[in-house]
């Protein structure tokens, strides 16, 4: 009996040691023009997954501005649209964040978006003249919501590309807590949202990438957050020798010309840290503060083109230069 | 008595086995870079890096004219892309996995893990 005891405390023992982490899931897809990485942890996360995936497509078929069946392509071709909830929701949140930044994220820029040729790839540098015209058609305020139904002035379009990423993040994060996960990470085209906890317990690690290379330049550790990066390096065509990046201000029509060459954004809010990576690549360094010294739902990340990484004072703990970050010099923002 | 000797070699049984599984995990784990490959979805081929000895290449099919992926010791590439863009093609090697190579209208999708590869993070911003 004794040695039984024994036996059974020892093979009890090896069980413990041998357990498995937390069980993992994972999936990849293609949607919203880039690569989807969803991971969840534990035995509610494989239908979580399935359902996330779906999410997705199902927030893709309302949102795309290039797909002609979506509910934002029927808004912009003059349409009366009777909205969906979540192109209602999203609406919502992201008009808010254009008055927030008096402008510098503007949902209604597509026509100048357009004009640049970056939906279709077909890259051009459009005449000024034109520009100066499509830029009349630009001002968030033409978006009167009101009710469920919502018809855009004639000339106005919308492209939700700088928040719907974002959006979905928060959205999945939802459908994790409802369906019972404690623990997941996706990464939606370098959108990173995460939560709880990582499965070993320690806040989870997020590098940011290096705007001028392959490698990272700093890592920051996040529990519950959404972690986004905008940079001209995302997406950009050259010609005639000069680069011309994909974030344009909507006060120029021109590519964001900051001294900034990456903005991350670290918010419980995955829509708020999309919409803000934008706008505070667009207000620069001295606006990016001033917007942060007035709200308390975000930190951020600002990696100057003068070598100076600058952080708000929320991300201090945890926050380190690592890889190609050792070259820069870090300044810390406090209020 | 018998009973004792059958309890302990149970038990040392259990706990090579342990070992062994332990023992892979971290072997999978350590100072390996592997590339993983998908295509519509579907992992279609994974390889360790690290051990790659004479560069090679090979062809993924796909709806926009297929890739050609280029293989070297520690570090992969697109070498050519049937689709009009060619973004992955100009995106150049890659040895770790901050960034993925993508091109999306093939479908095709090329990752790189591993601890090492990514400095312990769990993932990358950007």
């Not at chain 1, 009996?1 to 937390?22: D, E, I, Q, R, Y």
């Not at chain 2, 790189?112 to 990358?124: K, T």
Request: net charge negative.
């Amino acid at each position: 009996m004794k040695h039984l005891t024994l036996a059974a405390l020892g093979l009890a023992l090896l069980l413990a040691s041998c357990a498995p982490a937390a069980q993992e899931y994972t999936a990849t897809l293609l949607a919203m023009d880039t690569v989807m990485e969803l991971t969840a942890y534990g035995p509610e996360g494989e239908g979580a997954l399935e359902e996330a995936q779906a999410l997705i497509q199902e927030l893709e078929g309302l949102m795309s501005a290039t797909d002609p069946d979506s509910e934002i392509a029927a808004l912009n071709r003059g349409q009366t649209v009777a909205l969906s909830p979540p192109v209602r929701e999203l609406l919502d949140q992201a008009l808010e964040l254009c008055g927030a930044t008096d402008g510098a994220l503007d949902i209604t820029i597509y026509p100048v978006v357009r004009a640049w040729g970056f939906p279709n790839k077909q890259y051009q540098v459009p005449d000024p003249g034109a520009l100066a015209q499509l830029l009349e058609r630009v001002d968030y305020a033409q978006v009167a919501l009101s009710g469920d139904t919502l018809t855009l002035p004639e000339g106005v379009e919308l492209d939700l590309g700088a928040v719907a990423k974002g959006y979905a993040g928060d959205r999945m994060m939802e459908l994790f807590r409802q369906s019972g996960v404690t623990c997941a990470y996706v990464n939606l085209g370098g959108n990173v949202q995460a939560l709880g906890a990582s499965p070993d317990g320690d806040p989870w690690r997020i590098g940011i990438q290096d705007p001028e290379g392959t490698s990272y330049l700093a890592v920051v550790e996040v529990t519950d957050r959404a972690v986004v990066t905008s940079g001209m390096y995302q997406r950009y065509f050259e010609q005639d020798g000069v680069r011309y990046g994909h974030i344009l201000d909507p006060d120029t029509g021109y590519p964001a010309d900051s001294a900034l060459s990456s903005v991350t954004i670290v918010s419980p809010s995955g829509t708020l840290a999309d919409g803000l990576s934008t706008a505070l690549f667009v207000l620069g360094r001295e606006g990016a503060e001033a917007l942060w010294r007035a709200r308390d739902d975000f930190d951020f990340v600002l990696v100057g083109q003068d070598g100076t990484v600058t952080i708000s004072e929320g991300i201090e703990d945890g926050f380190a230069l690592q890889g190609a970050g050792e070259d820069y010099n870090l300044e810390v923002v406090r209020r | 008595m018998k009973h004792t000797k059958v309890w302990i070699l149970v038990t040392v049984l259990l706990l090579a086995v342990c070992l062994a599984g332990w023992l892979l995990v971290l072997g999978g784990r350590a100072g390996s870079a592997t590339a993983q490959i998908y295509q519509g979805g579907q992992l279609v081929r994974t390889i360790d890096l690290s051990q790659v000895e004479q560069p090679y290449s090979f062809s993924v099919d796909g709806p926009a004219g297929g890739n050609t992926i280029q293989v070297e010791q520690g570090r992969i590439r697109v070498s050519h892309a049937g689709c009009p863009d060619q973004v992955c093609v100009q995106q150049g090697w890659i040895a770790n996995g901050v960034v993925p190579i993508v091109c999306l209208p093939n479908e095709l999708v090329i990752q790189v893990g591993g601890d090492e590869a990514e400095g312990g993070l769990d993932g990358v911003s950007g």
